[in-house]
């Protein structure tokens, strides 16, 4: 591996694990009433950062890998669109933000349980093809999770904000 190979991967991989956790703190934060608005931004910067990064990686085709960064990639623009928009007084932009912040934080874990499945060994040997049932039970426990979270935070942010048809 060369040395900006080597180096775009460890970049991309701090960025990763940064937003992953900064993703946590915001998503439970949202979820469990408290807003943080400054959280969700160094989040969704860092989201954004590592996503992109991760289009610098070298190219071998399109793999699931590329698929779940261009949605990532589509699901943080329409965030960020929404974040710009907050200021209007209308429920749907902020559905569209913290759907956008839960679903961001999602795409960062259903990625690292893959790559823990196929990086740790113990793990690797449940699943090695990413298609066996321990994948799809542990993939599928993330998604209702993160269900009931963006469930949460829809719910607890409409009380927060005014809603109005304008």
Known sequence: ?????????????????????????????????ERRDARETAFLDTAAAATISGFLLPFHGVTPAIAVGMVSCTVLIATLVARANLAKPTRGW??????????????????????AFGKIPALHRLAPTLKEPPFGMTQAIVLIIFLILAVSSVRRSSLDKPVSNA
């Open 94 to 115: 902020w559905v569209t933000f913290v759907v956008g912040v839960v679903l961001s934080e999602y795409l960062l874990c259903f990625v690292a349980v893959a790559q």
């Open 1 to 33: 591996m060369s040395n900006w190979v080597t180096f775009i991967t460890i970049v991309h991989t701090i960025l990763s694990m940064t937003a992953l956790l900064l993703g946590l703190w915001a998503v439970c934060q949202r979820a469990f009433g």
